[in-house]
DNA sequence: ATAATTTTTTAGATTTGTCTAAATTTTTTT
DNA sequence: AAAAAAATTTAGACAAATCTAAAAAATTAT
């Protein structure tokens, strides 16, 4: 994977989201988007089809390559682990890790990601619940609902778990919660975030906002 | 703080270093340092001049404003810190860490170091031994030596510890080394950097490479 | 103190990513 | 299917950061 400028990137993070359903990307919707004008999205678009990371025919839009693609999936592999450490790590709220992720996931060494994957215990959900590509770009199909965005007495299936860190895992097993475990908020404290929630048939605890937000569930 | 362009932070910090010692920087130095030439260093000299960052006449060479100097701080503050964070939590060796921070450096979000700096403990000094200016800018006036650059049998005194987290200064009190405590290097291990060493005049000890490298010390 | 050398600046060109305005193509309307 | 509207492209210009080649100033050598 060569190197890219950092316009080129966010071309093609641009167009690997505008992407999704539709079959090609239109000048109009990548320069709203962008917050650019159509001629000059009609110029980058020529010099990413000359680099092999768009197919675009004039007139008719554009779609990302194979190679596009992969690289589009690098750069939202960077960005969603920049949120996740954002985060996880430095406490940021859920809200403003997005613009600083922007910044940081131009930075592109290949050896800094993977290790700061593996330091954040290779999560597999962002902040937002968006799943974050693996180092070779393969990436889960759904977005998931965190168990914060559940209203009370709605009962719900534990689905995935947002990271693998031992320490999440060990306060789960504790809390007796797995997947497939139900759940069922009792009652939430806006205050701080926290939750009581029923878990199976009997049992209830106190989740925090943190963890609750690891937490990935299906309604019932 | 207003935001610079990276190549204008790229200029403010190579004056910074060679203006070290010297009363003014020239031309040559400055194309030198930047692997570019002479004329470029004017134009942009000009301009920086204009922002009021530099002090420039034209075949005087330029010095830092406060204005500029308070910048290139807090720029040295980023590599630092990012430093430390590479060497610290991602596991990069001390002679991998630079080129990536001087990417890193570059993303200037206020909230981002300072939550950066909390949660590495407030480290006073990078990996190299280089003191990082703190929140204000303040800066130690010294390079540190680390016990790691020390050679065996010269005994040495304990001047300065390189990061005050709690994890480490238990470990330092576990094993009576404080402030002021004299060393000295019994062995070294090359297989894995961690080496034996005489805590004040009786007791013996074992010091990861990791640990040593946060003991910076005085020849006696 | 004049000549030679070195350093620095100026002038004009180049690249990247952008813009405006005009021209062209496609799509929609009637 | 022709006219009107919308979308897209082309042409030419601009700002940032750089370059080369030539001119000007400062420094060093004789």
């Known amino acids: 994977m060569l190197?890219?400028?950092?316009?080129?990137?966010?071309?093609?993070?641009?167009?690997?989201?505008?992407?999704?359903?539709?079959d090609s990307v239109s000048t109009n919707d990548?320069?709203?988007?962008?917050?650019?004008?159509?001629?000059?999205?009609?110029?980058?678009?020529k010099k990413l089809k000359k680099k092999k990371l768009v197919s675009y025919q004039a007139y008719y839009g554009c779609r990302l390559t194979l190679e596009g693609k992969q690289l589009a999936l690098m750069i939202?592999?960077?960005?969603?682990?920049?949120e996740y450490f954002l985060s996880q790590k430095l406490d940021f709220s859920w809200d403003e890790v997005h613009d600083v992720a922007e910044e940081l996931e131009h930075v592109s060494s290949e050896k800094l990601i993977n290790k700061l994957d593996a330091y954040l215990g290779f999560p597999r959900f962002d902040p937002h619940g968006d799943p974050i590509p693996d180092e070779k770009g393969a990436i889960a199909n759904d977005k998931l609902i965190s168990l914060n965005n559940q209203p009370e007495n709605k009962p719900c299936i534990v689905s995935k778990i947002g990271n693998q860190s031992v320490s999440i895992l060990e306060m789960l097993e504790q809390k007796n919660i797995a997947i497939k475990t139900r759940l069922e908020i009792i009652k939430k404290y806006p205050f701080d975030g926290s939750m009581e929630v029923?878990?199976?048939?009997?049992r209830t605890t106190i989740l925090t906002k943190e963890l609750a937000h690891n937490i990935f569930i299906k309604e019932v």
């Open 3 to 22: 190197n890219y400028s950092r316009t080129e990137e966010n071309y093609i993070k641009a167009i690997y989201h505008l992407e999704a359903g539709k």
């Open 30 to 45: 990548l320069a709203e988007s962008l917050q650019t004008k159509p001629a000059s999205i009609t110029d980058m678009l």
């Open 76 to 82: 939202i592999r960077r960005h969603r682990l920049w």
């Open 198 to 202: 029923k878990v199976g048939r009997s």
